[in-house]
């Protein structure tokens, strides 16, 4: 995500390094590799001209701190501007109603149909909401049984009416079912075109004019960079919506649509897609997406992906097998499937401090830990459960089951009993503090 960004706003912060104070001649240089990285990065080019100037009149002001180096000094205010750029502050999506009624706007293939299914996860799983999907699309074909096929995925009810052709009757019907069968949110999908269309404006303003939307959405490929802003501007124009939703984020290499939109339309950016799962759906936080941007990571949302795929119960009693040495290959396999419930492997990784950079040119796959799960679904509930019978002969078949060679699973068990060992070792507190008084004693050696 946006790593042509990073690696261009990088090559600008070296211009200052090394460099005892702020001048004006080499903020103008920085400043002018900045303008160039976002124009690069398909920004609006008077969002860009306007953010480098208001860097330039913040970095001149400022007082350089002896602790602070002036690169540092001018990384600070381009992620307080940027953030403040991309809208400053998160904003959540209005669910006031009975039902609270989402109209979903946009271009055909920004994704619109995908997006409504996870937006009624989100608010399923998320918010505890019981929401209807709207079928508003009556000329694309299959698009009717595309949003039911979404709906049987997520576990979510879709209304439609195939022989009715005026969506604003199939969406008032919609409303008036919600009511009667307790759906308290109601996201109604409709028609997109391939360009802007005056048919198309016209339907959709009817539609938002007779369901009175609590909150107007417009879906947006993020990868279409300054078309998207255009797009956006028309939409608004003649919809004056609430919000806009990015996806395709993950395939998002300049970042342009996210860091102007705002900008231009002077509406927030309040969701963004970053994969093709169902949970691939994130809140947008500019501080947030400004950090990750200058390659500072993104621990915070790090951690809530973490703790939304935190199941207490299963920690408790994982902690007990812990204690008593009795961690299995069925736990390790139950802890890989959490992990993989937090998203995309290179997206997580990337949200760690400086780990943007190392991870920018692996190819990490999303079935990163097929490799493992083959070898232990390879083993025998028994095997699973005491790994320590796990001799010549049956790692041979493993290997053979699996499709893995004899070293990778010697290689997997290895690394197994040395994690057994080390949790073992830090679930005693005992053990915790010996290990921490051994490391004190060490303090003279190389390296500690």
Avoid: W
Avoid at 171 to 190: F, K, L
Avoid at 201 to 229: C, H, W, Y
Avoid at 288 to 313: C, F, P, T, W
Wanted: with cysteine.
């Amino acid at each position: 995500m946006f790593d042509n960004l990073t690696d261009k706003f990088d090559r600008a912060f070296k211009v200052l390094k090394g460099q005892g104070q702020i001048t004006e001649v080499n903020v103008a240089e920085t400043l002018k590799e900045v303008r160039r990285a976002l124009l690069d990065a398909d920004v609006n080019f008077k969002t860009a001209k306007d953010f480098t100037n208001q860097i330039k009149e913040k970095a001149l002001g400022r007082d350089v701190l002896t602790a602070v180096k002036p690169g540092q000094l001018l990384v600070k205010i381009v992620q307080e501007e940027l953030a403040e750029l991309m809208g400053g502050e998160q904003e959540d999506v209005d669910l006031k109603g009975n039902p609270a009624i989402i109209l979903m706007s946009g271009l055909q293939g920004s994704g619109k149909t995908t997006f409504s299914g996870k937006l009624a996860n989100y608010l399923k799983t998320k918010k505890g909401k019981k929401p209807l999907l709207v079928a508003c699309d009556i000329y694309r074909p299959a698009a009717i049984d595309q949003l039911h096929v979404v709906g049987d995925q997520i576990g979510v009810e879709v209304f439609s009416n195939r022989d009715e052709k005026d969506p604003v009757k199939i969406s008032q019907a919609a409303i008036q079912y919600a009511r009667s069968n307790g759906h308290n949110v109601v996201i109604v999908d409709t028609a997109g075109r391939l360009a802007i269309d005056e048919q198309m404006m016209n339907e959709i303003t009817a539609v938002k004019r007779a369901i009175n939307p609590s909150e107007t959405l417009f879906v947006v490929d993020a990868m279409t960079g300054q078309d998207a802003v255009n797009t956006a501007k028309a939409f608004n124009e003649r919809l004056n919506f609430d919000g806009v939703v990015l996806t395709k984020l993950d395939g998002d290499t300049r970042g342009g649509a996210a860091i102007s939109i705002k900008s231009v339309v002077n509406k927030p950016i309040k969701f963004i897609g970053t994969g093709e799962k169902m949970e691939a759906i994130d809140l947008f936080y500019p501080k947030r997406m400004a950090d990750r941007i200058l390659g500072m990571g993104d621990v915070v949302s790090l951690v809530e992906r973490a703790q939304e795929n935190y199941d207490e119960e299963k920690a408790r009693k994982l902690h007990k097998k812990i204690a008593k040495n009795e961690f299995s290959f069925d736990d390790f396999l139950d802890q890989i499937q959490q992990i993989k419930k937090m998203g995309n492997m290179k997206d997580l990784m990337g949200m760690i401090p400086g780990m943007g950079k190392a991870v920018k040119n692996l190819d990490i796959d999303d079935d990163a830990f097929k490799g493992i799960e083959s070898i232990i679904y390879s083993m025998t509930p028994e095997e699973r459960n005491d790994h320590k019978i796990l001799n010549g002969s049956r790692r041979k078949r493993i290997a053979n089951g699996s499709g893995a060679s004899l070293q990778d699973v010697n290689k997997l068990v290895k690394q197994f009993e040395e994690t057994r060992k080390m949790m073992q070792l830090m679930s005693n507190k005992k053990n915790m503090a010996n290990m921490m008084r051994q490391m004190g004693g060490m303090k003279g050696m190389p390296g500690m």
